[in-house]
């Protein structure tokens, strides 16, 4: 029996990312800046969520990304939410990533271009031209 838990709906400000999931659809967004005060506390809710959607589930799941700046522990929470990501896509789950990316934003694309290097599923880092 699954048990659905709550979509996450949490607003963005000048410090964190606005953060939405969709269970029925298989899908988890951020976008924006990323350095808050307490990422623990902002990220541990998105890791329960894609940890028990991808315990609870047999459907594909994507995340879907446009975050401009990621401060020291957030990047170390996005790795927490791709290694999720690896250890069930090595057992068969399909798990995809695309990350958005201002053009003139090299330093993200790199960025995202090293967490894309130590995974094996699909990871599209895709440049727009504007805001993502």
């Given amino acids: 029996m699954t048990t659905m838990i709550s ?6 400000s000048q410090s964190t990312p606005t953060i939405h999931s969709d269970w029925q659809g298989g899908r ?3 976008r924006g800046d990323s350095y808050p005060e307490n990422s623990y ?3 541990d809710q998105v890791i329960h969520w894609v940890r028990h ?3 609870d589930e047999q459907r594909p799941l994507h995340l879907e990304l446009a975050l ?5 522990s957030s990047v170390k929470a996005m790795m927490d939410i791709f290694d999720l990501l690896e250890e069930a896509y090595e057992t068969g789950r399909a ?4 990350w ?5 934003n090299e330093r993200i ?4 271009d090293e967490f894309r290097e130590d995974c094996s599923y699909p990871f599209a880092i895709t440049p727009v031209r504007g805001e993502p």
């Fill in 100 to 104: 958005h990316y201002d053009a003139r």
């Fill in 41 to 43: 506390e902002l990220f």
């Fill in 95 to 98: 798990v995809s990533v695309t």
């Fill in 109 to 112: 694309a790199e960025l995202a």
């Fill in 68 to 72: 401009v700046y990621l401060n020291t």
């Fill in 7 to 12: 979509d996450l709906d949490i607003p963005g």
């Fill in 53 to 55: 959607f991808l315990t």
């Fill in 28 to 30: 988890l967004t951020m």
